[in-house]
Nanobody, 123 residues
Framework: EVQLVESGGGSVQAGGSLTLSCVAS????????LGWFRQTPGKEREGVAS???????NYTASAKGRFTISKQNAKNTLYLQMSSLKPEDTAMYYC?????????????????WGQGTQVTVSS
């Protein structure tokens, strides 16, 4: 069974940085897509960034230039480095995975979600 465990959330002031981590286990697919989504109360969960088996990355417009998604295969770990954080980045951040091949963007239907990690950015 695939498991995703996020960590690294917290509270920072605007302009600060955080790095989220997601340890993935139990997947055996050769081709997969990993990504980060976020959700605030009353809003739909939205894709932030994704990366596939081949290292192809995708970012939502608000994340481009500020966030970097990466993965360390040896540690089965996905990262999201976030800098120049803004109050509007405040959300619960979720790691997600599917094994249907390429990501083809940041919004897709995961096969599995992590439990989420809270990011709070104060002004």
């Amino acid at each position: 069974e695939v498991q995703l465990v996020e960590s690294g959330g917290g509270s920072v002031q605007a302009g600060g940085s955080l790095t989220l981590s997601c340890v993935a286990s139990g997947y055996t697919a050769m081709n997969y897509c990993l990504g980060w989504f976020r959700q605030t109360p009353g809003k739909e969960r939205e894709g932030v960034a994704s990366i596939d088996t081949f290292g192809i990355t995708n970012y939502t417009a608000s994340a481009k230039g500020r966030f970097t998604i990466s993965k360390q295969n040896a540690k089965n770990t996905l990262y999201l480095q976030m800098s120049s954080l803004k109050p509007e980045d405040t959300a619960m951040y979720y790691c997600a995975i599917h094994s249907r091949g390429l990501c083809l963007g940041v919004n897709w239907s995961p096969a599995k979600w992590g439990q989420g990690t809270q990011v709070t950015v104060s002004s």
